[in-house]
């Protein structure tokens, strides 16, 4: 895969007129190098679009950054993320003991992060274990798999559903719900500039994480969700003119239908791919099989084991989207869960 990376250092942090303000918040020890967090104008103080990463180094960017635009991290009147993974929400908790701001996340992911808080951690062992049983993978690879724990980010004051306008005095920010990334991720569009903050739902060089968890899950098709999503964000452009997508990493781009036509197409032929894979098979194939013949960023061998488990979290959401098509069947009475190409 191309990957045009931006190093965190060569960023700044930049007036972008008509009120909106970004500031690169670093992630560290992550390739992706940083979150853009957004500051939207309002006479209640600046309202935050993301947050960035929970980390002290992030805590000084946001805040150092925020002042270099002549705003104060005291003063925010709230904080809305785009959904709940820990670059966007992770430092939401800290913003608001700093300035007693509102948080508000999609219902949806304000589901899953008190899912998390509720979740014990050898309950979330045993949840891991099973499902990397179930998909295939040898017991050394899974433990090796079951790495660090995520930590629950901040719980929300405001759950937002689709086409709620955030609180915003003065302006329209309206919440578009984009399921796919996650379950409850939002895009955010300002009505009356013509922008779209796009979070990871549309970015302008990488595709972000589709997975599903735990991966033989029948009951949800988050893929197909995701290019549905793409599609929403397309004729949104198309109903009110061409929309500048403010992405949550790398960087601004102009014409985010374009982008999104181009992110459904890549998946289309990587779903084509797979299939043609599946069709081309003996046997049915487990999930974690499936992951390791298919095409990564670098050969399934060399993927750390983190990200190996990530990819068969994105090889499920494809198998799934196939099965929900009646193009691949799935032979569920068995453990490992296993896939088979249907002739059609
Ligand atoms: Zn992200």
Known sequence: MKTRRRPYAEQRPQDLGGGVWSVPVPIPGNPLGYTLVYAVESPRGPLLIDAGWNHPDAWDALSGGLAVLGLDVTTVSGVVVTHFHP?????AGQV???SACWIAMHEDDAALVRLMTEYAASEQDDFQSDMLRRAGADPSEARQVMGTRPVPPAMPDRELRDGDLVDLPGRELRAVHTPGHTPGHICLHLEDADRLFTGDHVLPDITPHVGIYPYDRDDVDPLSDFLDSLDRVADLSASCG???????????????AARAAEIRHHHEEKLERLRDLLARQAQPLTIWEVAAMMTWNRPWGELPPALRGMAAGEAAAHLRTLEARGQVRRHAGVDPVRFQALNS
């Open 96 to 98: 608001r003991e700093a």
């Open 87 to 91: 670059d966007h929400a992770g430092l």
């Open 242 to 256: 061409p929309l500048d997508a403010l992405p949550a990493h790398e960087w601004i781009f102009p014409d985010v």
